[in-house]
């Protein structure tokens, strides 16, 4: 080992045709996606759907490859040296560039989203095939979607009140209650044959002991998707509502153990576990927005003849120039907390810390840099002529979703502390 | 590949490094600053720790070889430590590096043993000038060529240990072309003369002086590099990632020192730190600290691999510039009133940490 920042080629390669799939098929149509909400982004959907597919398989092949008893894991023994992964790095760079093009749009990646990393990260094998080949089959895309928020409970979702009761003479769980704030959750469940990992609570005595995850895939009656959200921003990408009323599903569509107090518990951690897989990736997104502003900051004020003189004291910098800096060191600082979270998912090193370290900064600072680009460009950074305002607006929700700049902020004081939840709340 | 993880090597230079911080330099450090007199013995082990002639290559007569990365790793160790004492630990170098980069066959011949002896090397730089609006483009110290030698006119600042030093490393500038170039002086070259030391805000153990070149004339042999000269721009870029560096090295000890305070002050009874108000504090903090450090760390990592790191080195030190100031308060906030207090190590980091947006050219990687 050694301190390097070396991408390999074939990534950067890779991250070349996704800039070029930005450029033709979210970039065009990025104004009319936000004026037309809830619009779809057919080219681009169609576009990512075979790549998506592959992914996605290769998920499953490892799943088959578990079920024969050949783990992933072992296969690399013999003394054969463990090839480097660089999937999650990979994926980020992806999800910059992706976002790079449109927030909004990218969020209408046909795959499994959130729901799928969840199966992925505590579903056994059997699950995995059955739930993820939806997302690696077919001449249709599918969606997966992932609903834990609810009316009276978002970050503190211990206080989740979403029902499932275990019906013993049908061998199904029934789920009742109401879900909100899920991204693409009407893509899951009502225009392709996607499925919803939910939260719910088997024992509200329990606490957070008592809150699983299941697996609800579309066509399952007593679903119904509630109200559309009209969003600030990212208005290509769907936010829905979603109500149990009575629905049935399977026994074993649940993730991990039903019972309440087992040790060692996969349900609930692992769901939470899922979060510090996904938060890096969010952070990626904010600074593809970020960068996509930056850059067309800098294009414009070449264009009135304004050059970022690096190097220069301070007494030479005008405002605006300090102020574009700071975009840019912002914008580093983000980058490579992000970097540094991500290479750690791909060394399978534990980074709850780190990941909320790159959430809180890249959250924070996608807002501010989209903010600033829209003050810097003056008149014209407020018209709806070029898309700097509209990424402001894509870029604030970075610092909301999955986990809020303050709470994972408290995830950081407590990990940096050695406190617990009760310690430090 | 991407990784964030040094050497064994490098960890194991980290590991000794922070022990000789924890136990030597920290013992020290607050009388070394109230009293303005750098701890003699502790610097002499803090030189047998080897850190500059591990860095000069093998082939010129050193331990090992020039990296920035491994040099970024230890500066900010040092600086975790103490900074006047890693400064003035790590002045040679300030002479040392350049001469190894850019000397000529004849310069390091003659030069570079003096760094290999057991005994710290009288050595340093002259860089930052006395001014308001000090640009390292545009040294208000001057050379001029008088036929097959220099003449060297101006003033600097903050040249550390130069009444002591044997050798003084000058930048100037060309006026004519606006090209800087450094030269190598002996302290008694007639001309040269120092004027006070430096009284400043902090970094009290580590003596700087005002030193006036008043036609110091000098061999053409003296301009380092001969007439290539120096790369001047990776020389600043050097500069300013190991200042960056050693500016999380100082964000560290306060921000370490705070947390710890945090945790076992009880105020209505419960630790500070389990306020939200604290906490927050403590894990920003603890953000901007890594953030600055990964930054250092890609700008080393780029002049290793013998890229243009300008942009990058300017990006990491001005961060730092904040970031170390905005840290090192509120290590003096958290601490309340001992905060202020000098017999408490916060508000010396504060008012060394402070000086950073005022340095350049006072480390070297």
């Not at chain 1, 895309?141 to 989740?160: F, K, L, Q, R, V």
């Not at chain 1, 679903?223 to 559309?228: A, E, M, R």
Request: with cysteine; hydrophobic share 45%; charged share 25%.
């Amino acid at each position: 080992m050694a301190i390097d920042f070396e991408i390999p080629e074939h990534l950067l390669q890779q991250a070349q045709m996704a800039k070029f799939l930005a450029e033709s098929t979210m970039r065009p149509f990025s104004r009319e996606l936000d004026e037309n909400e809830h619009q779809r982004p057919t080219a681009f959907i169609e576009q990512m759907w075979p790549f998506m597919k592959e992914l996605s398989k290769q998920a499953i092949k490892q799943a088959q490859k578990q079920l024969s008893g050949e783990s992933s894991e072992t296969s690399n023994g013999g003394g054969k040296p463990k090839r480097e992964r660089h999937d999650n790095l990979g994926l980020m760079l992806m999800v910059e560039i992706l976002s790079w093009g449109d927030a909004g749009i990218y969020l209408c990646v046909p795959w499994g989203g959130l729901g799928g990393a969840a199966i992925q990260a505590v579903g056994t094998p059997e699950q995995k095939i059955r739930f993820l080949s939806r997302f690696a089959e077919g001449d249709e895309p599918a969606w997966g979607a992932m609903a834990i928020t609810e009316p009276g409970a978002g970050s503190d979702n211990s206080s989740i009140a979403t029902t499932a009761v275990f019906d013993e003479e049908t061998n199904e769980w029934v789920l009742n209650g109401e879900k909100i704030f899920i991204t693409n959750g009407k893509l899951a469940l009502e225009e392709s044959n996607g499925l919803v990992v939910v939260w719910a609570t088997v024992d509200k005595n329990a606490g957070r002991a008592g809150i699983k995850s299941f697996i609800v895939e579309a066509g399952t009656p007593g679903v119904s998707i509630g109200k559309v959200e009209k969003k600030h921003g990212i208005r290509a990408s769907d936010t829905v509502s979603i109500v149990f009323n009575n629905a049935r599903i399977p026994a074993d569509n649940i993730l991990g153990s039903p019972e309440v107090q087992k040790p060692g518990n996969k349900g609930f951690k692992g769901a939470m576990a899922t979060f510090d897989a996904s938060r890096p990736f969010v952070a990626a997104s904010a600074i593809g927005i970020g960068r996509a502003a930056l850059e067309f900051v800098k294009e414009k004020l070449t264009e009135e003849g304004i050059e970022i003189p690096y190097g220069a004291p301070r007494h030479k910098l005008t405002a605006l120039q300090r102020d574009v800096l700071e975009m840019e060191r912002q914008l580093k600082a983000a980058y490579l907390l992000t970097l540094r979270s991500i290479v750690m998912l791909d060394q399978g090193t534990p980074n709850p810390l780190e990941a909320s370290m790159a959430k809180v900064k890249a959250g924070r600072a996608v807002t501010w840099i989209t903010q600033k680009a829209v003050e810097i460009l003056g008149p014209m950074g407020y018209t709806r002529e070029w898309l700097v305002e509209k990424w402001m607006r894509d870029g604030k929700i970075n610092d909301i979703y999955e986990g809020t700049g303050q709470i994972n902020t408290l995830i950081v004081a407590r990990r940096i502390l050695g406190y617990t939840r009760r310690e430090l709340a | 590949m991407v990784s964030f993880t040094p050497t064994e090597d490098q960890q194991l230079l980290i590991d000794t490094i922070r022990r000789f911080a924890t136990n030597d330099m920290r013992n020290v450090a607050h009388d070394a600053d109230e009293t303005s007199e750098p701890p003699v013995d502790v610097v002499h082990t803090g030189w047998q720790l080897g850190l500059i002639p591990t860095a000069i290559p093998e082939e010129l007569g050193g331990f090992g070889e020039m990296s920035a990365v491994t040099g970024v790793l230890a500066a900010e160790e040092m600086a975790f430590g103490d900074l006047a004492i890693a400064m003035h630990i790590l002045t040679p170098a300030l002479f040392a590096y350049p001469v190894v980069l850019y000397g000529t066959a004849k310069q390091r011949e003659q030069l570079l043993p003096l760094f290999l002896e057991e005994d710290f090397a009288p050595a340093t730089a002259a860089f930052l000038e006395p001014a308001v609006l000090f640009d390292p483009n545009e040294l208000k110290t001057t050379f001029t060529a008088d036929g097959d030698s220099f003449v060297i006119n101006g003033v600097k600042g903050f040249v550390p240990l130069a009444e002591e030093a044997k050798y003084i490393l000058v930048y100037a500038r060309d006026a004519e072309s606006g090209r800087t170039e450094a030269f190598i002086v002996e302290r008694e070259t007639e001309g040269l003369s120092i004027v006070a030391r430096e009284k400043l805000m902090g970094l009290n153990a580590l003596p700087n002086y005002r030193v006036k070149f008043d036609n110091v004339k000098l061999p053409a042999s003296a301009k380092l590099g001969g007439p290539v000269g120096i790369d001047y721009e990776v020389l600043t870029a050097r500069s300013r990632t190991a200042l960056a560096a050693m500016a999380v090295g100082v964000a560290r000890a306060s921000y370490e020192y705070a947390r710890d305070y945090a945790k076992q002050r009880v105020q209505f009874g419960k630790p500070i730190a389990q306020n939200q108000s604290i906490a927050f504090m403590l894990a920003e903090m603890a953000i901007e600290i890594d953030a600055v450090r990964l930054m250092v760390w890609e700008a080393a990592w780029k002049l290793d691999k013998g890229e243009d790191a300008s942009k990058e080195a300017y990006l990491a030190k001005t961060y730092a510039d904040e970031m170390v100031l905005q840290v090192t308060d509120n290590g003096v906030q958290i601490l309340g009133g001992y905060g202020f207090i000098r017999e408490y190590p916060a508000e010396r980091w504060l008012r060394n940490g402070r000086g950073f947006a005022n340095f350049e050219g006072l480390a070297m990687v």
